[in-house]
């Protein structure tokens, strides 16, 4: 089983990190800072209670007044974080300009883009763009043709409208139109870490603005290789939708497609146990066809109603009048992200986002 996240924030890393802050400052109080933020309540934190508990704990250790402790925070950053590259406690120092340099924001700004290559401080400047829009925007422009690629990955993630674990953004899922020019600079980004973050930002935009987002699609697909898979990657929300339009752009168009001989290897399925299905498909097109081929599982929810979630297949030619075999298995067991609950839930076979065959079974 992988290790928690939160068990990486550990008092290893948090020493070497007071190791670090004792180079730069001899005046850090390293014990009473260990003893600070390993209190009793410690083990019972998840990890941003950790991290925003060691950035209040950290400013106990530091000079009151914030331009100075910020100084040393950022001294400590540019002499000796790139000595210890990866180490999870400095995740706390955005936090702690997020927490204490909110009133700050010309300094703490700019403090935030010199911490990002070693905690990303795509969380810690979310409260800054709610309060100071027209800066902070202004910043993200400027940082998206920064030579250091984690400085420009940070110009699209801190602007994400919908970021997973971080404060939401209104004013950029009700209009994302000032965040698009960011994203025109970094699509053809030489860094993949870059690009990744620009899909995931069109992929946010997706879901709240989808004319908007299919228009930037269409307007960039076709410049390169590079910029098509982003594209791609940035669609996959609408791809499962079977948004009609999406899947144009990409060559998948509705055509005379046959599944039959759709197949479960029972009708009733243990929690904990699995789903073993089959089913045939023909393309009874008289030319190769570029098929989508995904499954979808209607999950019965804990109030009687269905939920959907899509699974991929495969996105293959069909050559013309050849009939091909698909077998899959679908597991049941409960998941961090997936709860099982019994009753009726139904299997759907879908080609290029339309369903063509239906079996219902039960969760027992």
């Known amino acids: 089983m992988a290790e928690l996240l939160k068990n990486l924030f550990n008092k290893t890393t948090v020493e070497l990190l007071a190791q670090d802050f004792k180079a730069v400052y001899p005046k850090f ?13 410690w083990e019972k934190l998840e990890l941003k209670e ?18 100075k402790a910020l100084n040393i925070i950022i001294k400590t950053a ?40 070693y905690p990303s401080s795509e969380f810690a400047i979310r409260p800054f763009i709610l309060r100071y829009p027209d800066m902070t925007i202004k910043k993200f422009y400027e940082w998206s043709k ?18 997973p674990w971080g404060l939401a953004i209104p004013q950029y899922k009700k209009d994302p139109a000032p965040i698009i020019p960011i994203l025109e600079t970094l699509i053809d980004d030489s860094s993949d870490y870059v690009r990744k973050s620009v899909a995931n ?19 960039w697909y076709g410049k390169n290789d590079t910029i098509n898979q982003v594209l791609k990657q940035a669609s996959r929300t609408l791809l499962k939708k079977g948004n009609a339009d999406a899947l144009a752009i990409f060559g998948f168009h509705e055509k005379e497609i046959a599944v039959k001989g759709l197949k479960l290897n029972s009708t009733k399925v243990k929690i904990g146990g699995e789903l073993e299905f089959s089913f045939t498909v023909i393309n009874k097109e008289s030319t190769p066809q570029k098929l989508r081929l995904e499954y979808k599982i209607y999950y019965a929810k804990s109030n009687g109603k269905q939920s959907p ?13 050849k ?25 759907a076979i879908v080609v290029n986002g339309a369903e063509a065959a239906v079996k219902e079974f039960e969760v027992i």
């Open 201 to 219: 930002n069109l992929n946010d935009i997706s879901k709240d603005n989808p004319g908007l987002f299919l228009e930037f699609v269409k307007k």
């Open 309 to 321: 979630k899509v699974f991929q297949i495969t996105e293959t030619v069909f050559e013309p009048r």
């Open 29 to 41: 109080n390293t014990s009473l800072f260990m003893e600070l933020v390993f209190d009793k309540n």
């Open 50 to 67: 950790r991290m925003h508990h060691a950035a209040l704990c950290l400013k106990e250790v530091l000079p009151a007044d914030y331009n």
């Open 146 to 163: 920064s030579k250091n690629h984690h400085v420009r990955r940070f110009a699209s993630e801190g602007c994400r409208p919908r970021l």
């Open 78 to 117: 540019k002499e000796r974080l790139p000595l210890r590259d990866g180490n999870f406690a400095n995740i706390m120092l955005p936090d702690f300009v997020s927490t204490f340099g909110i009133d700050y924001p010309e300094i703490s700004i700019d403090a935030l883009a010199v911490l990002t290559p």
């Open 323 to 347: 009939e091909y075999e698909i077998v899959r298995r679908q597991s049941f067991k409960d998941m961090t992200t997936r709860k099982h609950y019994k009753g009726i839930h139904k299997l």
